[in-house]
């Protein structure tokens, strides 16, 4: 526009001339600056990352690139980072090289570094990823990382790449990307034998590796960490001579240091306990207490406190009274406790699972806890003279199971025996979870708040991921809340919101809302469940708990074992009842079929097993021959159908009753005005 206007004025005097400029730069700021929306405007410098975004989405990548650029060089420090990511992913070769080293020099971390390497990579610069890589730590930094630093050296014959290689392969638990590097740098040099028999432990080559590791132990070579435990692995696998064996790694614990000294003693341990030798038992205490890091010692204590076990639960007591101080990660030792209780039930020792919940208190996690604490509560309510009258006993233990953290379950079968109201239970459903003791990661919320108000939902659940979680539970809401509303649209936002709302539920720093409530329980298909609940007469809320535990309500989602859809149903059981419903031809992605064969197949097992809710979910995951046999074999009578399940076999079916059962009662509180002890009752009649 100036410059038009000296075309048409060229003898305008200088002063007037400056003062003209300056008057159309503040006329024009003030166009686009009042140009903006409030929305774009009450996220300053980062509305340039989200208008970016729109406009890409709209196909106005130059404009799209304007504004990223803004705020890449504006925007707060996440904000500019995933602008300078999207431009790298955006622009010419020469353009990214820039970005790449601008981005480093900015964030100069790892994830930062990662992205540029791997850009420089498929441009084949080698040299330039030595020299950016030349301070990563090669037992600290990604695999992905290292690799991309192997391969700079290999391809530039650097001098340092044969000790640097072999540090990497035997320092750190060897992976499928140690594996295949591995195999291609063996087309141009003999690999040393450490690294060899890493690869071949790796390959499961179990013979070759024993006799190898036992000239490694043999012949006194040096051995990493990584290397002593592959050594163990390969004795303990490749090789029946336990005894001989268990003595080398003895002797190799009194010959190594540090962390080493631990791998020694636990493969002691487990070569002993192959053996049948008490040295077992003092072996893996050695291991706990020499090592330093907590997983392992936690490792060796799990050996320990299961081995004490296999001598007699009372063995296993005395254990956990003496070294449950011990315990680091309280999580990591639920299937021994969950086989404690097993073991206790079927002794039918009153006093002993008594102790045994007391000890629960102190030393397992908060769902563990409670598990043992209500069962506790019941096996003193069978003793109880007092009719429905709770001991203080009883009372204790049921208040303790009310603490039981995310495990839904045990808080609403105590509260049922509490003898809750229904607004009391409201307030149980809402105390769910855990309260949050890692810092919230405020520069995720931004992002995930703008992706939320700008309207670009599909970026949100991968942001979600890259905070590690550690989002307020009101951004998670929001967060939730906007996958929810978009997923009438596309159907690939429904578990996305269900995961975000059902992490927030289990993990806080707020009070929940009902609405989050909602989010984490929420009623997709509804007009498939209605008219399938209608036909086959079961309640919504059993198969609504049912969808949510077998598939988070993913139409796509395919289990390991090849079971398809909502209702994860195996294509035989699906030809059966496709057979039984008349269908000739029948597709289990598509939500009303697959909905309407797990309702069929549901109420078919309930039918078949007298009725019972309960033994129809056991029967929908382990099937209804093994249910028929454990209803034979377990010594419960049919009033104590929570013992029933404490006492089954399988870990998964357990939890599986029990993930149905808090889930029915959740949805049947949020939505049906049916209270807990209602529900509970009819699944356990």
């Known amino acids: 526009m100036y410059s038009r206007l000296k075309k048409l004025f060229p003898s305008l005097p200088p002063a007037f001339s400056a003062l003209l400029k300056f008057t159309l730069f503040f006329f024009f700021a003030a166009v686009s600056c009042s140009s903006r929306t409030p929305l774009e405007k009450s996220y300053g410098n980062d509305s340039y990352y989200f208008t ?3 406009k890409l989405n709209e196909g106005e990548k130059k404009s799209a ?8 060089e504006k925007g707060s420090p996440l904000v500019s980072r995933r602008s300078y990511e999207k431009l790298i992913e955006l622009e010419t070769s020469k353009k990214k090289n820039t970005l790449c080293k601008k981005l480093v020099s900015v964030f100069p971390d790892e994830d930062a570094l990662l992205l540029c390497c791997t850009e420089y990579s498929l441009q084949e610069k080698w040299s330039d990823i030595k020299k950016l890589t030349s301070d990563i730590n090669l037992k600290e930094s990604s695999n992905s990382l290292v690799l991309l630093r ?10 340092e790449f044969k000790k640097e290689f072999l540090y990497w392969c035997t320092e750190r638990p060897f992976t499928k990307t140690h594996a295949e590097f591995v195999q291609e740098a063996e087309k141009d040099l003999p690999l040393d034998g450490r690294i060899k028999l ?16 036992k000239l490694f132990l043999d012949e006194k070579r040096e051995l990493t960490e990584q290397l002593i435990s592959d050594t163990g692995k390969s004795l303990l696998y490749g090789s029946k001579d336990f005894l001989s064996n268990a003595e080398r790694m003895e002797n190799l614990a009194s010959e190594e240091k540090g962390e080493k000294v631990f791998f020694a003693w636990f493969y002691a341990g487990r070569l002993y306990e192959k053996a049948g030798n008490s040295k077992a038992l003092t072996s893996f205490e050695k291991a706990f207490k020499s090592g330093s890091d907590s997983k392992h010692k936690d490792q060796a204590l799990w050996y320990y406190l299961s081995l004490s076990l296999k001598s007699n639960p009372a063995s296993a007591l005395k254990a956990l009274s003496e070294v449950g101080s011990y315990i680091s990660d309280r999580e990591y030792f639920d299937d021994f406790f969950e086989e404690l209780s097993l073991t206790l039930l079927s002794k039918n020792n009153a006093a002993l699972f008594k102790e045994a919940a007391l000890l629960a208190q102190r030393y397992a996690s908060e769902e563990i806890s409670a ?4 069962t506790a509560a019941c096996i003193l309510h069978s003793q109880n003279q007092n009719g429905n009258t709770l001991s ?18 045990y808080k609403f079968l105590a509260a049922k025996r509490l003898s809750f109201t229904k607004e009391e239970f409201m307030d149980l459903a809402l105390s769910t979870g855990k309260k949050r003791t890692t810092e919230i990661n405020r520069e995720a919320e931004i992002l995930l708040n703008g992706y939320a108000d700008f309207g670009l939902p599909q970026f949100i659940y991968d942001e979600w991921k890259k905070a590690g979680q550690n989002v307020g539970t009101e951004c998670a809401q929001k967060a939730a809340q906007v996958l929810y509303d978009y997923s009438s649209r596309n159907p690939d936002f429904i578990p996305q919101s269900l995961r975000i709302a059902a992490r927030a539920v289990n993990l806080h720093e707020k009070e929940i809302t009902p609405e989050l409530l909602k989010l984490a329980y929420p009623r997709y298909y509804a007009d498939d469940i209605k008219k399938c609940a209608e036909e086959f007469s079961l309640e919504e809320y059993h198969l609504y708990a049912l969808i949510r535990s077998e598939s988070f309500f993913d139409k796509d989602v395919y289990s390991v074992a090849g079971a398809k859809g909502l209702t994860q149903l195996m294509d035989s059981t699906a030809g059966d009842i496709a057979r039984k419903l008349k269908y000739t031809d029948y597709d289990l992605t598509e939500p009303h079929t ?17 009725g019972s809710l309960l033994h129809g979910f056991f029967a929908y995951n382990a099937g209804i021959t093994r249910v028929r046999t454990w209803i034979k074999k377990i010594p419960v009578n049919k009033n104590q159908k929570d013992l029933f399940l404490e006492m089954l076999p399988y870990s998964e079916t357990r939890g599986y009753g029990r993930k149905l059962t808090g889930a029915s009662v959740m949805y049947a509180l949020i939505y049906y005005e049916k209270t807990p002890s209602e529900v509970i009752e009819e699944i356990f009649k």
Do not use: C, H, W
């Not at 192997?150 to 001098?159: G, N, Q, R, V, Y």
């Not at 890493?198 to 590791?213: D, G, I, P, Q, W």
């Not at 203080?392 to 379950?409: C, H, R, V």
């Not at 697959?594 to 007298?610: A, H, K, P, T």
């Open 52 to 54: 970016g975004l729109v």
């Open 371 to 374: 598990q043992f604490s209500y």
């Open 198 to 213: 890493r690869l071949e432990f790796y390959n499961k080559k179990y013979a070759e590796t024993s006799v190898k590791a």
């Open 594 to 610: 697959n909905i309407r064969f797990g309702s069929f197949y549901f109420e078919e097992m309930v039918r078949r097993l007298d």
């Open 392 to 409: 203080p006993e009883e009372n204790s233990f049921l208040q303790y199971a009310l603490k039981s953290g995310t495990d839904i379950y």
């Open 150 to 159: 192997m391969k700079a050296l290999l391809k530039t014959k650097a001098s």
């Open 65 to 72: 690139l304007k504004d990223l650029y803004k705020a890449a």
